[in-house]
């Protein structure tokens, strides 16, 4: 089992940056990949932004050039650099961990990124 918890959410006006983070927990070890998925009202929940135990990176086309995905492997961190935000970024942003053989998702509580003037 892993545990996420987020923190680094709120309100940010466009054109401005937020920086997320994630903790994981409990079996670590097992985590293949870790990282972020949101979802705005009345819309799926979509990926933005995952990377490997490595450094593959995988970005959503709406959010490359502007948000970063980093890992901090000794911290079991994963964070998400928000940089030039846009009120079309608002939603509830997710942390996500694949762990095991199996690769399960695991899920963080979300935390709101509001984007507003």
């Known amino acids: 089992q892993v545990q996420l918890v987020e923190s680094g959410g709120g309100l940010v006006q466009p054109g401005g940056s937020l920086r997320l983070s994630c903790a994981a927990s409990g079996s670590t070890y097992n985590i293949y990949s870790m990282g972020w998925y949101r979802q705005a009202p009345g819309k799926q929940r979509e990926l933005v932004a995952a990377?490997?135990?490595?450094?593959?990176?995988n970005y959503a086309d709406s959010v490359k050039g502007r948000f970063t995905i980093s890992r901090e492997n000794a911290k079991n961190t994963v964070y998400l650099q928000m940089n030039s935000v846009k009120s079309e970024d608002t939603a509830v942003y997710y942390c996500n961990a694949v762990a095991g053989i199996l690769r399960v998702n695991y899920w963080g509580q979300g935390t709101q990124v509001t984007v507003s003037s």
């Open positions: 990377i490997t135990s490595g450094v593959a990176q």
